[in-house]
């Protein structure tokens, strides 16, 4: 593994809202600030920021975690990075001046996931130690749960001063009007299309061969076998694979309705019986009940699918294919009465951004994977037959429609207003945080230590 990579796993900064992952260049470069990486330094406190504390090797390693996630750190100063890292422990402090709660059990989860990672890649818990130059395991999981919880902290007050900002119709317009016409931003291409997608059927022999497998796994455990160790070894389930099928949920998470009714209906120490879901079928071991919350353990099959039912299901999304462009029936038409995603069946195939929440994709920032398959597509083209490997169902065929492609463009009010819209929303957003940090710059202790103090920053940490 890179070991750069991997610093920047424990290290990584706190993320920041609109422009947040870039540094904001100052005013003026510093003047007398010892240059990045010109020659050692001792180590120690160069500003303070109510109760916390910046070190002169938090630069070093915050310019370690850019590196190590790819980006350059040529046109960023020390200066600069001072300034981000006094915007980040302002935030923190501020959050705990207004009593945001910030679960440590969330924290913990958060830190497990990251060690689980650190010890695959490193091979065990003393090489993880020795690599970041601990004395012991306590100490690193210690220094490590700080780091989390400041992030949580800072990222929780972020979001209170954000989420009460709106834009309303004619703050939106005012925003566009205030820009000059020859400074109206370039728009890329952008896309709204619509998919049909056709699932191969599973039979009722491949299903049963899943839930006798599952069945024997319940009963090695309720022998002596370590559930955690099976969900390691055989679930399918990506995203809890590496921690052993846990999970905390609450009945507020996010989980499909028969997970959960399954889940709540369990005692502690039980395991369900084999039950079926979109993603395959699963078992759960509640291991406990805190409160309102469940943690629990799953092991996630599926049932796979035959040569024979994914060329029927081929064979039908085709003869779908040829009877819209037969116009036999519209694309839209097709879509809510025979594709097989539930999510854009209903609207006839329609896609939505995930990112703007409206049906507008814009052509330079698609999914890479979609890109490839439409990017050549004009208004009206229907793609030829894909084989789509969704990584949560499977196998499964698709064609897709460009229902209307907007060529690049200077923005327009009328056509584009949703994207303008983010943009006023951002800048009103921008505008809160700095009111918000101009006020707080004021009330709170800050001491910015040595030549640091000859630093010219964007906000006022030197209250001059």
């Given at each position: ?8 796993i424990f290290l990584f900064l706190i993320s920041f809202y609109a422009n947040s992952q870039e540094i904001i260049k100052e005013k003026e470069p510093e003047k007398k600030v010892v240059q990045q990486h010109k020659r050692q330094k001792i180590d120690g406190i160069i ?59 969330e924290v913990k989860e958060k830190m497990n996931q990251q060690i689980d990672y650190m010890v695959e890649q490193l091979k065990s818990m003393d090489n993880v130690v020795k690599y970041f130059k601990k004395n012991n395991e306590d100490e690193f999981k210690t220094e ?321």
């Amino acid at each position: 593994m890179n070991n750069k990579k991997l610093i920047g796993i424990f290290l990584f900064l706190i993320s920041f809202y609109a422009n947040s992952q870039e540094i904001i260049k100052e005013k003026e470069p510093e003047k007398k600030v010892v240059q990045q990486h010109k020659r050692q330094k001792i180590d120690g406190i160069i500003a303070t920021v109510g109760d916390y504390t910046v070190l002169d090797s938090d630069i070093d390693k915050a310019f370690l975690e850019i590196q190590s996630s790819g980006g350059s750190t040529k046109d960023i100063t020390r200066c600069q990075m001072l300034g981000k890292l006094l915007e980040d422990k302002l935030y923190a402090h501020q959050a705990i001046q207004d009593s945001i709660i910030v679960k440590d059990e969330e924290v913990k989860e958060k830190m497990n996931q990251q060690i689980d990672y650190m010890v695959e890649q490193l091979k065990s818990m003393d090489n993880v130690v020795k690599y970041f130059k601990k004395n012991n395991e306590d100490e690193f999981k210690t220094e490590l749960f700080e780091i989390l919880k400041q992030q949580k902290l800072a990222s929780e007050m972020q979001k209170k001063i954000i989420d009460p900002v709106q834009i309303t119709p004619e703050e939106t317009r005012s925003f566009f009007k205030k820009i000059p016409e020859n400074e109206r931003p370039l728009l890329g291409a952008q896309l709204e299309i619509a998919q049909i997608v056709i699932a191969p059927k599973v039979t009722a022999a491949e299903k049963q061969v899943v839930i006798d497998r599952l069945k024997q796994i319940k009963k090695e455990v309720q022998e002596g076998a370590s559930f955690t160790t099976k969900a390691v070894l055989y679930t399918e389930d990506p995203g809890s694979r590496a921690s052993g099928g846990f999970y905390k949920i609450n009945k507020k998470t996010p989980f499909v309705k028969e997970f959960k009714d399954v889940a709540f209906s369990l005692q502690e120490g039980e395991i369900s019986e084999p039950f079926e879901t979109e993603f395959g079928f699963h078992i759960i071991y509640l291991e406990k009940i805190k409160g309102q919350d469940l943690e629990l353990r799953h092991i996630l099959l599926t049932a796979k699918v035959t040569p024979d039912a994914l060329k029927e299901a081929k064979a039908k999304i085709e003869l779908i294919k040829k009877r819209i462009q037969d116009k036999e029936i519209t694309f839209a038409e097709a879509a809510r009465t025979m594709s097989d995603e539930k999510e854009t069946r209903t609207n006839g195939g329609t896609l939505i951004n995930p990112k703007s929440q409206d049906t507008h994709f814009e052509l330079t920032n698609m999914d890479p994977v979609i890109y490839g398959q439409v990017s050549n597509m004009k208004s009206g083209d229907i793609s030829p037959v894909i084989l789509d490997e969704d990584p949560k169902m499977g196998k499964r065929y698709k064609i897709i429609m460009v229902t209307n492609k907007i060529e690049e463009h200077i923005a327009d009010f009328s056509k584009d207003f949703i994207k303008i819209k983010e943009l006023a929303l951002k800048e009103k957003q921008i505008n809160a945080i700095a009111k918000w940090s101009e006020q707080k710059i004021k009330e709170t202790y800050i001491k910015i230590n040595g030549e640091y103090r000859d630093c010219v920053f964007t906000n006022n940490w030197l209250k001059k």
